[in-house]
């Protein structure tokens, strides 16, 4: 079963504007770890923001902050004042506490695309 | 410095023969692992090194290897590569915390 699932395969918005990148995971842990990442159109992947389940206030990173609804198993990326170079392809994952050496369950990403 | 290097950046391969992917971090990290990303796809995670200790994905077990000469460097190797082994290889090494991610090598099979 997919652990991570991303449903939206692409968004395209203007630039200036707020967006929202919507992820549901699935977990029976207690404790565990939300990450999201940023893959370039180089294909280089970077670390954006994480959240870590057991904290209440979302996370916020420059422009980019969550939308943490631990009882809905959703982990919302917001980005603020969208910019061109934002365009990219946005994935979601997950770590579980009790996870096995601290694998990565990856969603299949959502394309952002900023237009001006 | 939070800098994982891989080479090469892109490598062309004839089907059947091996491929070699270096991956290497200054970073003192434990773990380092190995993904495969095809487009529009996640990344599927290949195998990792914790220490010494080499864990592979039971779908991927017979088709992937990995050395660990020392903390710093991994390499991922193909013994005989397949059409469908194009892909980009992405090598990150971790803490309990965070993930960091090379540039990837993107490796074409024809």
Sequence with gaps: AQKVTQTQTSISVVEKTTVTMDCVYETRDSSYFLFWYKQTASGEIVFLIRQDSYKKENATVGHYSLNFQKPKSSIGLIITATQIEDSAVYFCAMREDMSNYNVLYFGSGTKLTVEP | ?110
């Design chain 2, 1 to 110: 410095d939070t800098t994982v290097k891989q080479n090469p950046r892109y490598k062309l391969a004839r089907v059947g023969k091996p491929v070699n992917l270096i991956c290497s971090q200054t970073m003192n990290h434990d773990t380092m692992y190995w993904y495969q990303k095809k487009p529009n796809q996640a990344p599927k995670l290949l195998l990792f090194y914790y220490d010494k200790i080499l864990n592979r994905e039971a779908d991927t077990f017979e088709k992937f290897q990995s050395s660990r000469p020392n903390n710093s460097f991994c390499s991922l190797y193909i013994g005989s590569a397949g059409l469908e082994y194009s892909a980009m290889y992405l090598c990150a090494s971790g803490t309990i915390y965070e993930q960091y991610f090379g540039p990837g090598t993107r490796l074409t099979v024809l």
